[in-house]
């Protein structure tokens, strides 16, 4: 089949990890390793773009350019509605000859906004029909964007399948548009073996985030997390991965509490650097406030490391159903910090059968052949 994935977050080159569309570019390669033709629709950002074999992508020109595009294209500004105006009408625009051009049999949208507007488009002209994959933020964030709802459930209600990549997500659509919502996982596969552990410190409890630095994944209540296990007469250390509007916050914390010297902070971690330090680190910590299921959790299954997650979306489940690590009962320090002690004082091995499960359910391939399966029975 020619599948046209219509997308706003896609990897400008393989070691470009910024958003969920490291998810996107592993689900296109798997469709072309299983015999399909994937066609990439997405934004142009900034970056040089380095192709992968297999995979046509077609970027088109818009107002903007970072990585972050839901940040950038923000309704609460003027010009972030002047940036979401400019991804709208040029994504409507061009959106058909992509379509014509490359002959798509079938369309899906990663992710129900705005990405399921231009794969209506197509279906209204060409009678090809589309799905939606819903990743979390599309859908709870709607109201935020003009006529957000309603464009949504006309969206929804439009598509042939509804897909969500968590299952209070799906069922969270279902109840939007009165339609079945199938939950198929979002991952990435990761090549583990050919990436040594980084070098860090043996002798401490070393910690490791991988994510946005916004409110909605937590990374302000690391600090005092971090203050807490200190007091607890563990000498831990605490690496900090990502970007995003939160890194005044987080710096003011890490000065409030004291922990600048455990904890160290960088940029966003390339496939490479996050093999080598979930390879490396002691546990993976999830401190999110709103979630569905993010990918870090199934590269950190990968790699064998415990996890820490808040008990939000389906992540307190997955981990209490898997037995990969330990669940916050809520996002709060205090929470997380007991979370994380109790993983120290249990051995690393204690979860490694369960991670290599949720790992191999989780798999990009499976993923990718179930969907198959699903658009053409």
Known sequence: MRIALITTSYPVCPNDSVGAGVF??????????????????TPV???????????????FKWSGGTKDIAHECCASSVSGLYHLGSLMWNGWRTV???????????????????????????LKHFDIPYGVWALGSDIWLRRNYPFGELVLRSVLRSASHLLA????????????????CVFLPSSRRLDVEAVPPAVLKKDSYNLLFIGRWEEAKGVDLLPQTLEIVLKASIDAHLYIFGG???????????????????????????????????????????????????VILSDATQCGIPVVVTDVGDMGMLVRKYGCGEVAARA???????????VYNQSTSAFLSGSAAFAADFDIDQTAQKFINMITE
């Open 244 to 294: 995003g509007s939160f890194a005044g916050q987080l710096k003011e914390q890490i000065r409030k509490y004291g922990v600048e010297e455990n904890i160290t902070v960088r940029g966003y971690a390339d496939p490479r650097t996050a093999i080598a330090y979930l390879k490396a680190c002691h546990c993976l910590v999830v401190p999110s406030r709103l979630e569905s299921i993010p």
């Open 165 to 180: 990549d968590g299952l209070e997500l799906s069922s969270e659509v279902t109840r939007i548009c009165g339609r079945e």
């Open 24 to 41: 996107v570019r592993s689900l296109a390669l798997s469709l072309a390793s299983l015999g399909h033709q994937p066609f990439v629709f």
């Open 332 to 342: 709060a320090p205090e929470e997380i910090a007991s979370a994380l002690i109790r």
């Open 96 to 122: 058909r000859d992509f379509a014509r051009r490359n002959e798509v049999d079938y369309c899906l949208a990663l992710w129900a906004l705005p990405n399921g507007v231009f794969a209506k488009r197509v």
């Open 45 to 59: 950002k900034d970056g040089e773009i380095i192709p992968d074999a297999g995979v046509s992508v077609q970027y």
